[in-house]
């Protein structure tokens, strides 16, 4: 049987309906309906002679012997958040499944292929991302903190990856998975609006935007509201607004991509009759080139300086979370070009703003590379995601053929 991308959007529906219901798909990670969702992908894929194995992670892996160690790897994840998309992360692992056919059915590859599901990428229920992928990539370091994690019920993580014979300390166990791995591709769905905004089906992932998140802390003085003259205050809502409002300029300065977030503002004391004494700002700047994102930040905290002087008030930067831009290897980055011209005639270059299994994947040195398939209305983590069916099934044809480029990339 040669490749049949319509059965990889008969195979998403049939799971959907197996383990989502009207509010969404719900294989929350370290759940019965995740393990499910896992059992049926084992079925699927029983015919193909693979051996399957999970690992100290439970990331969730088959194996195809090729006529050299080296492997080439194609991953996605099964799990969702609670009421999440149908094709966020098992697009990929469906996707990839129906490739891993095709070439188990052509008798032995010249490399070895696998497939890998890696288990709790969305971090719904604890708040970590990206568990499985980090635990092999060698990037898992935050145990200590992982152990004092719990979900809403109180259940902590060591007792819920335990339920599915995961220890935290012998999680990077997984790491040996990755040994032999000279290639990793990941299709997925863009979760954003640019692939519509141009009415191109795919697009090849350059690597995933580095992120800066810090807390800015403005303080003034609470002063009574109809007591203080305005030329009188010192206003700490004054030094957030303004930031707010600056960003679009942060942002369009260093641009070439770049986003700049001002997702929330606390005012303190926070009542209608006093002046705001403290404000405590969230911000977020990302962008692909470790240098531009850096300016971003630089830019921020000057204009907060400025900002602070001219409003008689003090601001601290408090940094919160961040991590480097990854980037995609360029050769794998030109195979996906190629394939996706080749099965839709055009492709475009775009960046990640989401962080995915890949990322992981790459910091660990595996040269790595995405497709994005085009999303409607750039809508995600919500059951209104949702891509055309001829767009999905041309995602497979060109997963498929950056497979074979990449196969024999490897074995020249
Ligand atoms: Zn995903």
Redesign the pocket.
């Known amino acids: 049987m040669a490749l049949d991308p319509s059965r990889t959007v008969a195979e998403l529906k049939e799971l959907r309906e197996l383990t989502g219901n009207d509010d969404g798909a719900q294989r929350v990670a370290w759940t019965d309906t995740w393990v499910q969702a896992q059992e049926w992908m084992a079925g699927k894929l029983d015919g193909t002679g693979a051996e399957m194995v999970f690992d100290a992670a439970r990331n969730q892996w088959w194996t195809l012997r090729g006529g050299s160690e080296q492997e080439l790897l194609i991953g996605?994840?099964l799990d969702s958040v609670p009421n999440g998309g149908w094709l966020?992360?098992a697009l990929?692992v469906v996707a990839g499944s129906e490739v891993f056919r095709r070439i188990a059915e052509e008798g032995e590859p010249p490399v070895t292929v696998r497939l890998v599901s890696w288990a709790d990428?969305?971090g719904a229920r604890f708040g970590r991302s990206l568990f499985g992928s980090s635990a092999a990539a060698g990037s898992m370091k935050d145990q200590d903190e992982l152990r004092e994690l719990t979900d809403r019920d109180g259940i902590s993580l060591p007792e819920a990856i335990g339920a599915h014979g995961v220890e935290l300390d012998s999680a990077t166990e997984a790491g040996k998975q990755l040994a032999n791995a000279a290639s990793y591709l990941e299709l997925?769905?863009e979760?954003g609006p640019v692939l519509e905004s141009m009415d191109l089906p795919l697009g090849a992932v350059l690597g995933t935007y580095g992120v800066e998140r810090h807390r800015v802390t403005w303080r003034g003085q609470a002063a009574h509201a109809g007591s203080t003259p305005m030329a009188e205050r010192r206003d700490a809502l004054a030094g957030a607004a303004r930031l707010a409002l600056e960003l679009r300029q942060i942002a369009a300065r260093t641009g070439d991509g770049a986003v700049c977030t001002s997702g929330g503002v606390v005012c303190y004391p926070g009542i209608v009759t006093s002046v705001v004494e403290t404000a405590e700002q969230l911000l977020d700047q990302r962008h692909l080139n470790a240098a531009s994102l850096a300016a971003l930040l630089e830019d921020a905290k000057e204009c907060c300086r400025r900002f602070a002087e001219e409003e008689r008030i003090d601001v601290e930067f408090e940094r919160i979370w961040n991590i480097e831009p990854i980037l995609f290897d360029d050769g794998l980055i030109e195979l996906a070009d190629e394939s996706i011209k080749e099965v839709a005639g055009q492709s475009h270059r775009l960046p990640s703003g989401?962080l995915?299994?890949a990322a992981e994947v790459s910091r660990a040195g595996i040269p790595t590379v995405m497709v994005f398939v085009q999303s409607l209305r750039g809508l995600?983590h919500t059951k209104l995601e949702d891509t055309k069916e001829e767009h999905l099934e041309l995602s497979v044809q060109a997963l498929d053929r950056l497979a074979s480029k990449t196969i024999a990339r490897l074995a020249s």
Do not use: L
Request: charged share 30%; aromatic share 0%; glycine share 14%.
């Open positions: 996605g994840h966020d992360g990929n990428e969305e997925h769905i979760q989401p995915h299994d995600s």
